[in-house]
């Protein structure tokens, strides 16, 4: 007998699916046609997994700070520059305070 592949979205939505608890474990098993023992290993897989996936959150922000920074930079450039032409607009109008 051939094992059936299933492809990483649908295993995902089964676990899904079980992680709701709506229905048992046994009745999603045999709608599905799989094994009630493959999806307890799916579903601890994908618990297993979870802390990762908080943490890679952190990594991805990180990468950010960045493009935070440049921007940062930019926005205090940009004030310079203004503060710079309202202190020349105030001298020409004659406002010089």
């Known amino acids: 007998m051939m094992r059936k592949r299933h492809s990483a979205a649908f295993k995902a939505k089964i676990v899904q699916e ?3 608890e709506e229905k048992p474990l046994r009745e999603i098993a045999a709608q599905y046609g799989i094994h009630p023992s493959q999806l307890s290993k799916w579903r601890a897989t994908v618990i297993e997994a979870m802390p990762s ?7 991805h ?3 950010g700070e960045p493009d935070h920074e440049q921007e940062t930079n ?8 203004l503060t710079t032409k309202l202190a020349w607009i105030k001298k020409k109008s004659g406002l010089d305070i």
């Open 74 to 81: 930019e926005l205090y450039a940009e004030i310079g520059r």
């Open 53 to 59: 996936l908080f943490e890679g959150g952190a990594r």
């Open 18 to 20: 079980l992680l709701r």
């Open 61 to 63: 922000k990180e990468k």
